[in-house]
């Protein structure tokens, strides 16, 4: 516990934010881009903090930030408080009777692992809220926003459309994974012989469909790797994840996936990472929204949703730290 009188006056709740923030990154430059302030700006609210709060909040290092002991229980403290507080304003909002349906557009990853858990607690406040959820690839699900079919939406990948601004919400990583059994033992062979990113070169691969957002990016993290991308084993390719993933369990061959999408299969032994030294793929989930004002029902299920980012990412890094 902190054991100092603080003046809370002088304690800006807008530098609490930024401290989530930078612990939830790990990183000064990461944690500047998600807030849009430039590295010196957010340097500088973290020292005011540790200066106002006189203890060390951060152990700075060439590969990021940690948390000092202190920090930790102060990132705990403040995840419950403002969750408290953003259930209290959402109690007091409910004078603003909220109707109708929202239309929205996920790509799978996010439909299955985000839009469920936050529209349960949106639609506790506002009970007469519906939805119409649209699921599909990245490349779909800006479609689906540029020509104003959906309120706003939510995907995994970089791709960019005229009228569509990408504004980030939850960061991801990328995984190769196989079957913890392969019956083919030239494949088991093959795959405990990958020491570089190169050897996948030699493997028997499963894609989803082109326009996927976890395939373009892992497509594109491959090539910066070195990797001659048209050398790439492209014989199966898949619009359905679940059929991806039974086909990896069977020991067909290797496969990428959100982390997100494989906790439960990591977990249980049905798959494993193939863990490639020097090599990772991140990327970020991005809200697809209008260029114009986002107003409405959209815009409060969107400010809504940003609430919950401390809590949704707290959850994956729990299990992702339990598995790994």
């Given at each position: 516990?902190?054991?100092?009188?603080?003046?809370?006056?002088?304690?800006?709740?807008?530098?609490?934010?930024?401290?989530?923030?930078?612990?939830?990154?790990?990183?000064?430059?990461?944690?500047?881009?998600?807030?849009?302030?430039?590295?010196?700006?957010?340097?500088?609210?973290?020292?005011?903090?540790?200066?106002?709060?006189?203890?060390?909040?951060?152990?700075?290092?060439?590969?990021?930030?940690?948390?000092?002991?202190?920090?930790?229980?102060?990132?705990?403290?403040?995840?419950?408080?403002?969750?408290?507080?953003?259930?209290?304003?959402?109690?007091?909002?409910?004078?603003?009777?909220?109707?109708?349906?929202?239309?929205?557009?996920?790509?799978?990853?996010?439909?299955?692992?985000?839009?469920?858990?936050?529209?349960?607690?949106?639609?506790?406040?506002?009970?007469?809220?519906?939805?119409?959820?649209?699921?599909?690839?990245?490349?779909?699900?800006?479609?689906?926003?540029?020509?104003?079919?959906?309120?706003?939406?939510?995907?995994?990948?970089?791709?960019?459309?005229?009228?569509?601004?990408?504004?980030?919400?939850?960061?991801?990583?990328i995984i190769a994974i196989c079957a913890t059994r392969i019956p083919d033992p030239r494949l088991r062979r093959a795959i405990a012989g990958v020491?570089?990113?190169?050897?996948?070169?030699?493997?028997?691969?499963?894609?989803?469909?082109?326009?996927?957002?976890?395939?373009?990016?892992?497509?594109?993290?491959?090539?910066?790797?070195?990797?001659?991308?048209?050398?790439?084993?492209?014989?199966?390719?898949?619009?359905?994840?679940?059929?991806?993933?039974?086909?990896?369990?069977?020991?067909?061959?290797?496969?990428?996936?959100?982390?997100?999408?494989?906790?439960?299969?990591?977990?249980?032994?049905?798959?494993?990472?193939?863990?490639?030294?020097?090599?990772?793929?991140?990327?970020?989930?991005?809200?697809?929204?209008?260029?114009?004002?986002?107003?409405?029902?959209?815009?409060?299920?969107?400010?809504?949703?940003?609430?919950?980012?401390?809590?949704?990412?707290?959850?994956?890094?729990?299990?992702?730290?339990?598995?790994?």
């Open positions: 516990m902190l054991s100092v009188i603080v003046d809370l006056n002088r304690l800006n709740p807008g530098w609490l934010h930024t401290f989530l923030v930078v612990a939830d990154a790990g990183q000064i430059s990461e944690a500047a881009r998600r807030l849009h302030l430039s590295q010196p700006a957010v340097t500088a609210q973290i020292r005011r903090l540790e200066s106002d709060l006189n203890t060390p909040l951060f152990i700075r290092s060439t590969h990021g930030v940690a948390l000092t002991p202190p920090a930790v229980r102060l990132r705990e403290r403040l995840q419950r408080v403002f969750g408290e507080l953003e259930q209290i304003l959402h109690e007091l909002d409910q004078t603003r009777r909220l109707t109708g349906v929202l239309h929205f557009a996920a790509s799978t990853t996010c439909a299955a692992h985000f839009i469920p858990a936050i529209f349960v607690r949106f639609r506790h406040y506002h009970p007469e809220v519906g939805l119409r959820l649209i699921v599909g690839n990245a490349k779909q699900v800006l479609q689906e926003v540029r020509e104003q079919h959906v309120g706003l939406g939510l995907l995994g990948g970089h791709e960019r459309s005229p009228g569509v601004r990408l504004e980030p919400f939850l960061p991801d990583e020491k570089t990113v190169r050897d996948l070169e030699h493997l028997p691969l499963i894609w989803r469909e082109p326009g996927a957002g976890t395939r373009a990016v892992a497509e594109e993290a491959l090539k910066n790797g070195g990797v001659n991308v048209r050398k790439l084993d492209q014989g199966i390719e898949i619009g359905s994840t679940e059929a991806i993933k039974s086909l990896v369990i069977a020991g067909v061959g290797v496969a990428f996936f959100s982390c997100w999408e494989v906790q439960n299969e990591l977990a249980s032994g049905a798959v494993q990472e193939i863990e490639i030294p020097d090599f990772r793929i991140q990327r970020i989930f991005s809200w697809a929204l209008p260029s114009g004002e986002l107003g409405g029902l959209p815009g409060e299920f969107y400010r809504f949703a940003n609430s919950m980012r401390n809590e949704l990412s707290a959850v994956s890094v729990r299990k992702w730290r339990a598995i790994r």
